[in-house]
């Protein structure tokens, strides 16, 4: 079955940068798209961004475009989030998800970033 | 990108039925059919419970619907029950190639 793991949360000071990863298994992972996506406490979610099979078309959020980075690594069966200049609103549980063309069809438990000094 | 309009809540009795909208525009409700709903439960992931507006994957229960009317989305649940208590989000694939989610709809069963 699919499975997506995130790794790579945690504390952060604002101004700071971190890597999220996520692990996947359980499908072709070279033939999806694959997105990030987050949720603040207590609030709806948020696409974040999308990254083709090949990694020749990315698109990102307005709230994160210039500071946010998203790649993947088909060999590794791994996607990555690179997250600079954090701020306090960037305080969330980040979503690994497969996307399947029109709809986000899988989910990974989701991993919690906090930013605070 | 503005968040697609949920109610905040809705609620009701075992049995019955319920309706949860979503409100967006012409550039990602309107435009394609590619909206889609999520149940997550406290502390939980999101779930797919609807695809292509009215798409059930395998294994989500045929008590959950879904239809669209121009810029206006719906998800209904037939013969609520207590597992269906949950948080409720829609999402639509957008003119410039994103996506954007809705505000969230908390289902109390009563």
């Known amino acids: 079955q699919v499975q997506l793991m995130e790794s790579g949360g945690g504390l952060v000071k604002p101004g700071g940068s971190l890597r999220l990863s996520c692990a996947a298994s359980g499908f072709t992972f070279r033939d999806y798209l694959m997105t990030w996506i987050r949720q603040a406490p207590g609030k709806g979610l948020e696409w974040l961004s999308y990254?083709?099979?090949?990694?020749?078309?990315?698109y990102y959020a307005e709230s994160v475009k210039g500071r946010f980075t998203i790649s993947r690594d088909n060999a590794k069966n791994s996607l990555y989030l690179q997250m600079n200049s954090l701020r306090a609103e960037d305080t969330a549980v980040y979503y690994c998800a497969r996307d399947d063309a029109t709809y986000v069809a899988h989910w990974g438990q989701g991993i919690l970033v906090t930013v605070s000094s | 990108q503005s968040a697609l309009t949920q109610p905040a809540s809705v609620s009701g009795s075992p049995g019955q039925s319920i309706t949860i909208s979503c409100t967006g525009t012409?550039?990602?409700?309107?435009?394609?059919?590619?909206v889609s709903w999520y149940q997550q439960h406290p502390g939980k992931a999101p779930k797919l419970l609807i695809y292509?507006?009215?798409n059930r994957p395998s294994g989500v229960s045929d008590r959950f619907s879904g239809s669209k009317s121009g810029n206006t989305a719906s998800l209904s649940i037939s013969g609520l029950q207590a597992e269906d208590e949950a948080h409720y989000h829609c999402c639509a694939y957008t003119t410039t190639s994103t996506y954007v989610f809705g505000t969230g709809t908390e289902v109390t069963v009563l």
């Open positions: 012409n550039n990602d409700v309107g435009a394609f059919r590619y």
């Open positions: 292509d507006v009215k």
């Open positions: 990254i083709s099979p090949d990694s020749s078309t990315i």
